[in-house]
Nanobody, 116 residues
Framework: QVQLVESGGGLVQPGGSLRLSCAAS????????MRWYRQAPGKERELVAR????????YYADSVKGRFTISRDNGKYVGYLQMNNLKPEDTAVYHC?????????WGQGTQVTVSS
């Protein structure tokens, strides 16, 4: 059974940091492309970052370049999104998506709120 569980979200002040995790099971994590998306209230879902199965970073949204880092540990079946210098406009629900062959797997999302 495929399962993706995100964690690490929360409330943080502007300028703070959070590290999101995406724990995967039920498929060959090391062969999947991992994406992080976010969706803020009233806005469309936005692709934040993407990483290849071997750990090559493929994409960052312009809005997060230099502040966010995507990574993965294939041995642990976990993906990460390190978020530094957070801004109020980063407030959103963040979702991990794994693309494995023709399949897309999604987690339930984790809320990130940046506010003073």
């Amino acid at each position: 059974q495929v399962q993706l569980v995100e964690s690490g979200g929360g409330l943080v002040q502007p300028g703070g940091s959070l590290r999101l995790s995406c724990a995967a099971s039920g498929f060959r994590f090391s062969m999947s492309v991992m994406r992080w998306y976010r969706q803020a209230p009233g806005k469309e879902r936005e692709l934040v970052a993407r990483i290849s199965p071997s750990g090559v970073v493929l994409y960052y949204a312009d809005s997060v370049k230099g502040r966010f880092t995507i990574s993965r540990d294939n041995g642990k079946y976990v993906g990460y999104l390190q978020m530094n210098n957070l801004k109020p406009e980063d407030t959103a629900v963040y979702h991990c998506c794994q693309v494995y062959g023709a399949n897309e797997y999604w987690g339930q999302g984790t809320q990130v709120t940046v506010s003073s």
